[in-house]
């Protein structure tokens, strides 16, 4: 994915959500097109209108913090925005003056086995362990039992979240929330996209769902970002019905962008009776099989 590219297109679909009311300015007249105009941006970043113009071109390689600080404010960008930003100057950068080709035959991260060790210690939570690209990698026995309809019905080895939420009819029974959860799949996708922006195996991804499927499109389009830390997700599963589940993301010190998501329920909640059942039945289908 092209860096200028991606820093012209992630600031003019920042700028165009921005009225003049929503940053203290007046409206004034002749506003063809929604949005904060480019000479608006640059009075709120302090900057001139032939620098900004300049950056919203993608030509971002050089600036310093306090220009792109300046822009996350008058941008009024979020944390993971703001982040987003930065890596992308990071990237144009370490790319000025030349072009870098799509990285091929990346080795896929595996768990050590002390680490399987500790998937499997954790029998009261499930546990899924994923990449930026929304591969999942590894998970424990309660978290196989929870994902156990993405994991049957995946076409790639590893299973990808992508894959499974806008080409797998069932997905969208299994999420009570699906729209919130495609746009979020697809905003981490988008912030793997600035995290590594060479990447041939995320090239394929998001080309493969971007042709067959118009909403993931339409998704990718918006260059929404998003960081994974905590929250509560719901499912429907199959076998124990309606499970509402608060998850925290941990990051693994050493290996970027790999995340283990651990999912708990609330101690006497209905959602903590219907997980300790779904580990008890995936422990029993493992131990008969």
Do not use: C
């Not at 007046?26 to 009075?43: F, I, Q």
């Not at 982040?83 to 790319?95: E, N, S, Y």
């Not at 922006?197 to 493969?208: C, F, I, M, N, W």
Request: no cysteine.
């Amino acid at each position: 994915m092209d860096n200028h590219g991606e820093v012209r297109e992630f600031l003019m679909s920042r700028r165009a959500r921005l009225e003049p009311e929503d940053v203290g300015l007046p409206r004034g007249g002749d506003r063809r097109v929604p949005g904060l105009r480019r000479g608006e941006v640059a009075a709120l970043a302090g900057v001139s209108v032939e620098y900004y113009s300049r950056l919203e071109r993608g030509a971002i390689a050089g600036a310093s913090e306090a220009v792109l600080d300046g822009l996350a404010r008058a941008l009024q960008l979020d944390p993971a925005e703001r982040d987003h930003l930065h890596r992308l100057a990071r990237l144009g950068a370490q790319t000025s003056g030349r072009t870098r080709a799509r990285r091929t035959g990346e080795r896929p991260w595996e768990p050590e086995p002390s680490m399987r060790w500790l998937l499997d210690s954790m029998t009261d939570a499930a546990a899924l362990i994923g990449n930026g690209r929304t591969d999942l990698l590894a998970w424990n026995t309660l978290g196989g039992a929870l994902m156990s309809d993405m994991i049957a019905t995946a076409t790639t080895e590893p299973p990808n979240f992508a894959r499974y939420l806008f080409l797998e009819p069932g997905a969208r029974r299994f999420y009570p929330d699906w729209d919130t959860v495609a746009a979020v799949n697809v905003a981490q996708l988008r912030t793997e996209a600035g995290r590594d922006p060479h990447s041939k195996p995320l090239h394929d991804l998001v080309g493969e769902l971007s042709t067959r499927n118009d909403h993931f499109r339409e998704l990718w389009g918006r260059h929404d970002v998003w960081q994974h830390g905590a929250g509560v997700k719901r499912f429907r599963h199959h076998e124990v019905g309606n499970l509402e589940l608060a998850f925290n993301g941990l990051d693994l010190v050493g290996h970027d962008a790999i995340q283990m998501t651990v999912l708990t329920a609330a101690p006497g909640s209905a959602s903590h009776e219907a997980l300790t059942l779904l580990g008890t039945l995936a422990t029993t289908h493992l131990h008969a099989r």
